[in-house]
Nanobody
Framework: VQLQASGGGLVQPGGSLRLSCTAS????????MSWYRQAPGKQRELVAS????????????NYAESVKGRFSISRDNAKSTVALQMNSLKLEDTAVYYC?????????WGQGTLVTVSS
C-alpha cells in the first residue's frame, strides 16, 4: 500500500482545512485509516481514525480529545480515500499531519503534509 496525502497549508485561527489521503496498491476497504500529527518538539500523536465497518464509508471513528467536535474523519472506499475535515483551527493544531493505513500486522505511513495555523 502506498499513501499520498494532500491539502495542508497556511490558515488563520478559526479557519478550516481539508486533508485528503489516497491509497493505492491494497484493498482499501480492509484498512483501518488514521491521521496522526507531529508538532515541532513533540511526539507523533493520533488525531483521528476510522474503521473498516461499513461497505462504502467505513466504521467506527475515534478522535483525540483535543480535536473532538472540530475535526471529522471520513472515507470513501470506492475512491480509496480518507479525508480529515478540520474546522475551528487553533494555533496548537500546527503540525505535520500524516496519513496511516493499518491491517494487522502491517502499518504504512504516507508522507506528511504541513498544516500551519497562524494569524
Amino acid at each position: 500500500v502506498q499513501l499520498q496525502a494532500s491539502g495542508g497549508g497556511l490558515v488563520q485561527p478559526g479557519g478550516s482545512l481539508r486533508l485528503s489521503c489516497t491509497a493505492s496498491g491494497g484493498i482499501f476497504s480492509m484498512l483501518v485509516m488514521s491521521w496522526y500529527r507531529q508538532a515541532p518538539g513533540k511526539q507523533r500523536e493520533l488525531v483521528a481514525s476510522i474503521g473498516t465497518g461499513g461497505v462504502a464509508t467505513g466504521g467506527d471513528t475515534n478522535y483525540a480529545e483535543s480535536v473532538k467536535g472540530r475535526f471529522s474523519i471520513s472515507r470513501d472506499n470506492a475512491k480509496s480515500t480518507v479525508a480529515l475535515q478540520m474546522n475551528s483551527l487553533k494555533l496548537e493544531d500546527t503540525a505535520v499531519y500524516y496519513c496511516n493505513a493499518a491491517r494487522w500486522p502491517t502499518t504504512v505511513w504516507g508522507q506528511g503534509t504541513l498544516v500551519t495555523v497562524s494569524s
